[in-house]
Every structure is written in structure tokens, then in C-alpha cells.
């Protein structure tokens, strides 16, 4: 018999359900206690993450999981250390026949991608200068298969699936508005400079076609998005033919737009539309976070503190 | 017979003109080599500033000028340490008989003060919560004369006369925009921080009604406008019987404006709008000092070291 | 049969006693190996602090004991992590037949409150300017309720039960010894400061009766202690009509006593008696934090490192 | 025929006099314009300081003066970049007959050296362990000498003729009233520690006997006189035979009393009394600087930025 | 009947085993649920370390273990919380019986610590300069016997036995090479600063004869092991008459070779020698950590990030 | 006549002499007191800079100088703010008939730049890695003619023609003998890595072929050499194409060479050679600027703060 089935943010201490999961990690363990393997997950869904635990593991099992699996699981909810764990009591990978599709258990951004995409595209055309909006358009179309799912982020801000387009577009939306009050902001350079701005974080991570990030690549490692994002468009300006100046100031946006040495930017914006790409990046960051910060939170409450947000606990006002 | 006048940015050295200028600055000294007084000047016009030197100073004229007046000069003009100055051979108080406005010599927000206030009042009409919007109407209407001239700051964004308005109205724009992006902002918090944010600078810093700050306060240099800030919304608010929740909410927007400790914000933004309220803020004053920065800027070429843009060179590209 | 009773500094692994505690915190939970539940008890007394456990929490206990309450436990001391640890088999809720006082249990100042109170009064009485008197006679008596048990701290420094009357007053005895030596000094203005400037720490802070803090309030995270001092330093001072002058010194003495700007003071101190406050909060601070440091420690030996010290470890001279 | 004499804090620009000056320093330079000889001088008396001039140079008179020189100068007060400044009409050095004595002319210390030598020595008998006595003894006599006249510092704090001795004085007497309030004060070490804390300033900066300091030594700038204070303190123990722990004790006290890396010291202090010496430093050099930022500052305003102060401004309150 | 032999990094879960392994720490511990005593350990051979728990305690082997012991364990590879565990079944005291070394078991500088002895002697001969190099020898010599076993930390770099002696023979070698390409360098200094830059490390941490630290000493807290180097060399200019300039500029050595006040130096290097030795320390310990981190790394992966690497993740490449 | 010549570290005040010196620097400028206009040098030569003045300019002359112009100037030189000063009777520009070379005016590597790019081409040839070698090469031959004369830097190490030879040079000869030492270093690419890491100074800066840099190209201020040495590789690698591990680990050392991010390494050194790279070049810039600040400073005295060398005073030793 089907026990009732919950989205994790619904889960409370006692309950005994059958749920979908998306496998957001897992390793095989051993117990200190008695030397039994037991299987260490931790399972997401649309409205957040939970620890699950599967304490007796057949042999067939060990090595069955992995991440961005869909999987079925039945056990209890019980409390480990101020936080919800799930007690597995049975699991099994998703079939098509439980008709439940995968996508529907990450978040995604709130907009569909190909929407988003063909915004984006309009706001590219948008561009007057040519030689920009060839370096641009290039940028886009050479990634377009993977910028339909990838997050903008491994953790915190646009760690959701498609949250890169999805980032992008809110950034131009801004950009656009600003623009719109400060006469002297040259759209072209603001636009190409957002949409460039993190095209690279498709090299430095590894994302699954759920927008799950595994790990961060070696190269981006050890050279980063900043200094990707600068070869790639170098690469594209070689090839189209691109002025210098263009090609200068574009890569620069790249390169300034994290404002700190210690972020990243081993330069700091030195035109206004560098300068603006790094504040409109932020506030898309900021709103993000902060919104994921009171989603659950009680009105006239404080959050716990949030690393993403320099370790500041939120508040939600009363109002 | 009348010489040429020029503005202070079209002089060259060797012109020989009769100008108006205002003092923004002047000084009895006297000269070490041979123990003769002289007039040490800063000259402003709505174009910038030139050094200006009396050398020969009649008994009578030692503490004729004073600060924000309107002086007629004539003179040449010369070159000392890289900068031009301006040699005075006659220089006399402007009277009525000129037929100059003071108003047109010192560089002056490029809206009319008047309707700047009309439009602030049109954002303050338009916050629903009547608790909030009868705290900074208050706040604005108390302060209702000087906030028609009042520079936002001594030096750097927005050190003009009524810079403070538009400051003010054009954050008031940009937060609006920002909010028809964001649907979880309100704007209410939002409208109300931008407008009560700076309004104590008016107490922190001595303006004459040219908008020309010769002095930080005592209070200012003690307190600083942000405390001046919270203290005053907490009096209007023991007026007017604010509730507890939103009198928080508001002295705490005031008191993180500014982000970081070191630049006077003894707590970080722990809501949405405050934290937006900083980034605001940010751009309006970058976008200002960036437009100053490349005003007299040849495209093509860089800007000597900027003290308020964190000591950047900035840079007019050549699009 | 009745066990054998023990300070909880007295306690070593292996007894089997039975004790009176506060309870300092308590969370009930429920065990990761097989779900079932157990409270989890942080006990005082006067001599510290222990861990405890009951692994088996009949449901109508489950809600039984709150913070600050006085308890009667029996168990067994084992040894968790280098730390000792209370192993529970019976506890109940001090009853009045125990004949046992909560306050006995719990550290408390060295002076008896009243006492403590009377001095402070009289120093109170020794300021000079009549002004500044009656501020800060104000600003205490509207308190004298809760500033009989109120600590300094939630943790750290006077974090004790009257503590923060403990604080003021050795404080106030250092200010006269100072003003003694330097004869600059207005006594006036350093005994104001001293009494003023955490008096807010009772409305950022919540504290029980027995001086035991849960939590730091909403306005206290928002505001905190400094800026909620300024504000109500400001509106006794309309109430009683204080000069500008007196005012502005007694708040800028409240906002500069942290010195730095990232422990919470958006300016450093401006006179003397602003500077010396600062350093008069500092010893009182550490000679506390030192003391606590060496009491368990063996002469010759070294502490762990302490956090509220700057992760240092403290030294037992063997003298 | 002689002219009035005055104080440099009395010279007003367009004064002619007659003065003795302290000779602070002096240099030979060539004039820029027509390569005239001219002699730059720092004059100084128990009031302040004063540049001067001697444009005509004798050739006999180019090699005179030299510091901490006593000279008679005639001439005017002018006024160079908002400085008064003293042009020299005729100079030379002072001589036996203008019965003057040198030290009149050089700020001192408010108590007489041998007065202040006597106390210290009372401080030092009153240290009870006779191991730490011996060291503390020894330390002081074998530079009974120069701690008459030396001051504590090159410039701020205890600038003065017999700075170091009036600034180890004011220490113990502080030292003796926190002693008095906190029980747990180790007095031995602490005044032991207050002693030897700047003993090795005499071998780290080169005074004269008016306790003028032209320059740092070479050891003073490669070793600085808080390694020079330990390498002594051990030296001392060596040959009275000290225990390892006293020597260690009063070792690290020295080592840790600047508290902050930059400022100097490896270590940050790890007991109480190597804690307060500390803090006692700060209070006496502090209050010092105080004093000096007010001496000539009218009630109700503002010093400049004062470098010693961590650039603050100070404020003279109007009470 | 005898089970196999592994070395530590050759263990893999599910190994069953007989092995001989060096105790680096050991505690009796409690366990949280049923109150029984273990035995915690941390094991070690040439290869790594492993943590051991021995479940079943008899009375007898409560205290039988101690650092730096050689033990014979049987027991099972475990894995917890992803690093592997020594189940322990049986463990007993190595005897001479199992000819076994207990040297064997510890990692050892590469070089026999004799042999690196006499190299370092040569060194010193080479050194022309005949008081630097009595200084030189007087403070190897004073400490041979502890010098032949003692790492160069207690973690981190060289934290091997012998560390010490073969982190400065390998700095000379690279002293001798520096030297030969810059010609200005005077390897009299250079030779003389690295051999006495970290001897006092001697008296700063506690070592067994197997090189293994069990904790830093009280001095080495108090004074640390820069201060100590230049106490001592003074006692020893002190009794060999070295000529003063020469005694300041070693000692300047030893106090500036952190280079940073935040690591210790209270000043920066002010003489090329000094600069150097500073540079040369920092290649031979980075060179160490390198190499150990990439230890056991796979071509083309990283590593976790590394503390004593500034908290890099370092990669190995694949070439 | 012909007067006697100097080098300008031998002239002393009062010289007059006829020299032949380099023109590092011209302006126009007019006197402050009578509105005549002079010419302001910097002259230099193999020895050092002095400033000179030409108070009467023919018109003919206003524009006659430019840097890096080889000029005959006759004079005498002066005192002015503690600096020699070369007051200008006459000054022409050099002409063949003088028979002097402008190469011996300015400071040259002491190797010849034939010799050093031979050297350097060894160095190429030693590297066993076909891939790695290519890149090199191509890097260096494309360059071949600009890097004859480029010294390394505007100011402080190498600023001297053919500088970036020498420090290259220099650095192989390093990274040989460390790689003597440490066997796991692959000098393919630590001689790659040093070869690569400057190259693009070449472009960051524009330099004449006498080795003086006027001034920083725009490109150099918006991307800097760093940036432009990865795109540069990049371009390379995609011509030849390079490996991607390989081209990934010569653009990481050149990005992370300056290992710090407020120096310009967006990422810190993740293997040893790049770790090694970045030593190896600051011993190299250290040396030469150590070298410089005792040049002219006499044993036993300490040189004024130096800024490239983080504002030390270096010292003399006396040996």
C-alpha cells in the first residue's frame, strides 16, 4: 500500500512517507559503531534539501545511486542535530512508469528557457554597434545547448536550473531601466558586458542537464570564469575581426566586474558601464539571496546567519 | 574698456579677460620672500575651479570677500605646478548693477529645484502605509527651506546646489524601476529609505544658499548623519505615535546605508530594501563621479588617479 | 536513599550524585540510531556548566522544563568528547519543600544589588552639572527594575547575574581613580558615560530573573545597544530640555565606546573623557575575562584558547 | 636697542622681536631662484614651535648652529602656507652673560626629575619578591643617567625633557589605584612590568641632555627597543641568577605590550598584568595627547587631524 | 596464527590485519551511550596516520599506552565520516622480541642525520668571518644532541624526525646556489642566518627522540622561538666578546625572517642577507608542502585545500 | 671653453660643468611671480637623475626637447629642498660631432642583450616537452626586436635598458640551481613559466629604445600585463595547438605569478613551479632593489624609506 507522499519543506518529525527525491549526493559509508555500511544521501526537491540515511545496504545497492538520480523512498522523518533526517526504509531508482519527470523535482528558474533565451536574443539585436553584437551573438550560440540548463552558481544565488539565463535576463531587464534614467550609459557596452559576464561558469562547473553542480572543473580552478570568459572572447574577437577597442573594453567588463581583487578582478571597473555591469550583478545576487532567505521564514523573525550574505541573519518585517 | 570673458573651462594659459567668478575660498596671506600680503583664491564658475592671486592688496580690500560671493576679476592667466591660474589685476564685489545672477555661476542640479520637490512629493503621496508616509513627509516638510539648495556633499557626487533633491529624485526613479523588476519589494520601505537616508547631511554640513559647503558641523563631525538620522525619525515618530515595527524598520535603513563599518554603518542590511537602498545609493554617486570624471575627458584617454572613485583612473572609450 | 550532592566544578567521571541545577538551555530530540527521543539539558550552578542527557524522556516530560528553571537530577558523570557529561536517570522541578533558592545556583555579582545600586546613586549625585545629572538620574531610575538582575553580556565578560551593575560601579571606582591622577578630567562628563553607555543592553538583550539571556532581541540585531542608547539618551534630553551641547557630548561618548567601527562605533572618540571611557570599559572587560580564565587553571599551565579574549591562550603565573 | 621678547605661542604675523630660541634643527640650502645661501631653521621654546629664516648668510655663520643650540634671533613674523614663520634680521648663539638657561626653553616634565626618580625607586622597593626587585633595581640604575632627561618618545606622547621618567611615574600611580579596585593584581609584576616596559628608548632613540631627539639609532630601527628591553631584562637575570619563570614573566611583558603585531610586539599579553600594562600605556600616552590637541583649541571647536590620534580631529567640549 | 602486514597507506576497508604502528596520541575516553571506557588513538608509520579505537578496555590497559610508543595491533579497516578507522581486537607493547625499529616507524628526513650534521659543519667553516662564525658554532654545538631527532614544527612543513636538520642543510645548499648568482650576497651572513634561524625551536616545542611534538612549551607560548633565537645568541656574542655590530645584524636575522609582524617578526628584513633568508625559508618549506600534498594525489586531480598552504587545493598536473 | 663634466652622482653644490644627459622628462612651465615661462627637466644618466631649470627660454626652444633626447647642458648646480638642483646657462641637443653614444647615458643590463637572448634561446632548447618548447619559442621570436631594449618596469627593479633580458635571464639561472636541489621540479615548465610571466610588460608599457618608460598603454591600464600574457599564450597555443592540459598550466603560472589578488594574481599558485615562479621572480626583484639602496649609502648607515621595498629603510652593514 502507497503511504501519502510530501515536498521536503512539508516534512515533519514523525511522519512515515513515500516521496520522490532527486539524489543530490551519496556515499557509501561504514558505522563506527558496528562496522555496517550504510548509505549517506542527501535528497532535494523543488522546495529544499533533506539528509536520508539507508542503514541496512544489500550488496546490489552499494554502487545502484547516483547524483541527479531520480529516486523513490519510503521512511520516517525523524531529528538529528536541530535538523529533519529521513530514515530510509526502502528505495529504488524512478521507472517511466511512475511518471513523475525529474525536472519537476529541481528548481527551476521561473521563467521557461526558451522564453528567456529568446529575450535575451531580442536585447542582442538590440545592439547598434555591429562588431559588439557579432562578439555577443557568437558568445551565446557557440553555448546554447548547455545555457538552456545551467545554474549561475553551485550554491546561493541562481543555484537553480536554468538560473544563468534566467540571471542574465533580469540583469538586462535592470540594465535597461538604468539606462533609461542615466542618459550617458552607452546600452551596447552594458548589454554585451551582462550577457558576457558569466557565459564561462559553463567551463568552471560541471552541471548535470538538472542544473545540479557536482564539482567545479579543473580549469576552472585554476583559471577561473573571469579569465575564461576573457580567452573566449578573445578567441571570438580573432575570428570576427573585432577592433581593439571593442575587444579591450569588452574583455575589461569581464575582468572588472567582481570589483574586488579578492573576488577575482584583478582590475576594478575604470568606464561607467564596467561599473554598472558590477552593480547590477549584484543587486540580481543580492535580491536572490535574500528572497531564498525569508521564503520560509516568519514574519517579525530573524534568519539563522547566511554565509552567502556575508553571514548576516535576515529579517522579515512585519508589515 | 571691457576685456573678453570666458568660462572657466575654455581659459587658456595667456588669455587676458574680465571674468565672474564666485569665491569659493579665500585667504589673506603674505609672501615669504619679501613679507607682502597677498589674496590667495579658489574661483568657481558652473564650468569648474581656477586658483586666483591678488598680489598688491589694498589695506581696504584685506577682508572685503568672503565665501560664495560674486566677484568681477580681471587678469591673466598663468601656469603654476601643472594647473592654470589666475593672475587679478582689479578685482570688485558684483552689484545689482552687473546684472548677473549668482545662481548662474555655481554648478546647480539640471533639474529645477521646485520641480524636483513636486515629483518627491508625488513618491511620498504614493506610500500606502499611512503610518510610514506621515514619518517622511515630516521629515521632508520640516526641512522644507534648505532642502532647495542643500549639496548632497561637500565634495565629490552631487557637491552641487540642490544636489541633494536630485539626488534624492532620481534614486527615487531608480528604485521604482528596480521595484517593477523585484515583486517582493516594497516600495513603501523602499521610497521611505531612499528619501529620509540623507536628509540629516543638512545638519551635518554648513551650505550657504549657493550650495557651497565651506564646513562640517560640530554635531556632523561628532555624530555624523546617520545617528543624526536615526535620532531625528525616532523624534518625529515619538510624534506621531509610529509603531515600534516600522520606526525599526525605518531607523535601520537609515543606519545600514552605508554598508560597511568603516564608512559609518554600525550594522549591515538585514532586509531587502535596506540592502537595495545601499546599492541605490552606490549608483547614483558612481554614475555621477564617472560622468564628472570623463566630462573634460578626450575619448581614448585616461583620467589622472580619482580619490572618491577608490583612486581609479577612469577611462572615455572611444565608441 | 538520598545520593551525595556536588558543585558541578567539583564533579569527576564516575560520580553517581544527585544535584540541583538551573537549566541553561534544554532542546528535546530524538537519537540518529533508533529514533527515539531524549532531552538535551546545558546545567548550571555557581561553579560552571555540564552537559546533560535522559535517554528516556516519558512523553509527559517531553515540554516539562524550560530555561531558568530549577531542577533536582540524579545520574552518573561519564566522559563525551574531553568534556564531562551528566548521564540523567531521574529529574524532576524544584519544588519549595527543597528549600532551595534559584539565585543560589546561579553566578552572581560579587556586591549585593542594592548596595550596588545606592553607590552608583551616589555617584550620580557627585556630578556637578545639574544638566547632565539629571539625564543620567533619569535614565537609570527609568530602568531600576530590571537593572537589578540584568547581566553585561549573553556570553563573556559580566555575563552573571548583575552583572551589568557590577560593571557600571567598578567602573565608576576606576573613573574617579583616573580623574584622580589626571587632573583634566570632568568627572562630570566621564561618570555620565560610564552609567549611560550600556544601559541599552536591557532592551537588546533578554534576560530572565536570574540573569540567564536566551536571546538578543529583534531591535537589538537591527539597532543594537549603541544606536538604542543615542536614541534614548536623545529623548530624555527633549523631555528635560538638556542644552545641545550637554547632549551631543553624552551621545557622542555612547557611540564612540567600542573605538572601532567594526565592533559597532561609526566614530572614534573626540575628548577625553570619551577616550578614557573607552579604555575604562576595556580593563573592566579583561580583568573579568582573566579571572575566568585562571580560576580552574593549575599554576604554570596554559588555558585553551578564548574566543572572547582574541583566541588567546591565558597563562597561570607560578608566583 | 633691545625689542620686546615673546613666546612663539604668542608671535602674532607682523611681530618684530627679540627671542631665545631652542635650535630644533637647522640646514644649509641654496635659494631656488638665484642661488643665494640661506639658513632653514626649527625653532623652539616651552610653547611651541616656529620655522625661521636667515636669507643673508655670513660665510662664517653656515656651519654655527647646530641642534639643541640656545640662540638670541631678531627679526619679523610672516606668514607662509597658513604658518607664521620667523625671518631672521640677525642671530647668534646665546652666551653666559644673557643669563638664560637652556632648559627654560624646552618643554619638560611638570615634576622635577629627581623628585620623580625618588617615587619610582619607592615603587620599586615596594615589590615584595625580592628576584623581580633585583632585576627592576638593576634596569633603572645602570641608566640613572639619561633617565633624567630623556624623553619617552621622538614625537607625541612624553615628547618631552624627562618624558620617560614622568610617563613610567604616571603609569605606576595608575598601576597602584587599578591594583587597589582588582584584587587579583599581581603588583610585583605590574610595576615591575610599567618600569621596564621603555627602559630601552635610551638605547632606540639619541636625545641630547635637553631631551630633543635628533634620530633613531641603528639598533633602535633593527632591533626596535622592545627586542632591546628583552635582550637587557636577560642580560640582568644572567647575572643575578633569576628564575627561569620571573625571567620569563618580565620578558614577556616587555615582548607584549604594544598588544598588536604592527605595532610591534610578537606576542599578545597572556596574563592579567602583562594585560593591564597595556592598557595603562594607552591611558598615559593618550591622555597626554589629549591634553596637548586642547592646550591651544578654543572651547567649542575642532583640532585638525592629529596623527598620533589615529588621525582623529578632537573636540574641546564647551562645559 | 600471524595476520598480514600493511603499511598505513596501503590499509583499504574490510582489511583484516596484524600491524606495528607509533602511538601519536592517545586518550581513555567514555562512550555517550552506555557509559564504557575506549581507548582513542591516533596511529602513524612512515606512511601517514590512521585513527584507532580499541572498544573493549580491560582495567590493566587503561594507562599502558603513551606517546610515541611502538605497538602491535590486530584489528579491521573501518571507514568513518570518509576517512578509514583501525577497528583494534588486540594491542600490546612492542618488545626487543619483535625486531622491530621503532625509527622504522616514523617519517625521517631523507638524509642520515649524521651525515646532514657534518655537511652543515662545512658550512660553517666556510665561514670567513672568524667571530660570526664562533657564534655560529657555539649555538649548533650547545644543541647537538638535540638537533640529531628534532622536526622543524609540530605540523606542516618538515614536522618529520631530523626535520630541523635537513630544512637547514637544504637551505644552505639553496644559500650557496643564490649566492653564486648574485654577487653582492655575503655568505658569512647568509650561512650564519640560516643556520640559527629556527634552532630555538628546539626549546619552543616538546619532541620525543622520534621527532614526534607533543605540544609547545611554556617559554615557547610565551616568547616563541624568534625571541628565544635572539636571547640566545646575545648570551652567546655576550660570552665570546662579538663585536656589536655584527651581534645586531644576526640577531636581525632571526627577528625579521617572518617577514610579516602577523607571523611573528617584529621587523622587516633591512639588509639583503636578511631579505633572503626570508625567501630561501619560504621555497624550502613550500617546496615540502607541495610535494607532500601531491603525494598521494592522481595526475589531474586536486587535493582537498591545505591550511599551511594559505588553504589552496593544489594539482597535480599530468605531464 | 669647454668646462669640466660629470657623472650626476659626483656633482656636488656649487659645480659648474658642461654634461651631456638624457632627457627622462620635459615640461613648459611658467613662473608663479612674473609670468615667465622655463623649462623643467629631469636629466639622467648611467649614474642617476637630477632636476634642471631653464629660466630663460627662447621661443625657438620651447618645443626643442622631448624624452629620451640625448642634450649638451652647461650650469651649476644647487641646493633646492635637500635635492641637487642643475640651474641651465646653455643646452642644445647632441649631435654626431659630439661623438657620444645616448646608449652610455643610460642604465643598461651589465650583460649585452645578444648575449642574454643567446642564453635565454639555451634555455628554450633545454626544454624536453615538444608542446611547451613551441610555445616559448613563438612567445619570445614575435617579440624578438622590442625585447632588446625593454627594461622590466617603470620604476624600482630592472627600469634599466634591455632590463626585462636581465630579469629573465637571471630568474633561469635560478630556477636551474633550485631545480638542482628539489628533484621533482619540471623545469619544462618552471623555464617556460619564467621565459612567459613578463613578456606582455611589452605591451603594458611604452618604452623607447634607450629602455625609458613615459608612459603605461591604455590597454596595459584596462587589462594589464597579466591578463594580456594569458590571451597572448592562448593565441599561441591555438595556432600551434597545444594541448589543452599543457596550455591550462603555462596560463595558470602566468596568472598566478604575482600570487597575491590586491597585486593582480586572480588565483594563488596550485603547483610547484608556478609556486617556485613566483619566488624565483621576487628574490630576483628584491636583489636589484636592495643593490640599489646601498649603492650610494654608506657601510653603517640606513637609506631614507624606500617605497618598492614596502617602505623599509635598508641598512649598510659594516663588515
Partial sequence: MELASKKISDLVVGDRVDCFFIVKRVDLKTTNSNDKKYLDFIFGDKTGEISGKLWEVPAAMETMFKESDLVKARGTVTSFMNSNQFKIDRIRLSSEE????????VETAPLKNTFMLDEIRKFILSIRDEDIRRVVEAAVEEKVDKIMYYPAAK???????????????????????????YTTVNTDLLYAGIILHDLEKMNEMESSELGIVSEYTIEGNLLGHISLGVKNVDRICDRLGTPDEKRMLLEHMILSHHYEPEYGSPVKPMFLE????????????RVFD?????????????????????????????L
Fill in 155 to 181: 550554491r546561493n544565488h541562481h543555484a537553480i536550473r536554468s538560473g544563468l539565463l534566467y540571471h542574465v535576463l533580469t540583469m538586462l531587464k535592470l540594465g535597461q531601466q538604468i539606462a533609461g534614467i
Fill in 274 to 285: 564596467a561599473e554598472l555591469l558590477h552593480h547590477i550583478d549584484m543587486i540580481d545576487a
Fill in 290 to 318: 535574500f528572497n531564498l532567505a525569508v521564503r520560509d521564514l516568519e514574519p517579525g523573525t530573524l534568519s539563522e546567519s547566511i554565509f552567502s550574505l556575508d553571514r548576516r541573519r535576515i529579517y522579515n518585517p512585519k
Fill in 98 to 105: 511512475d511518471g513523475v519527470d525529474p525536472e519537476d523535482f
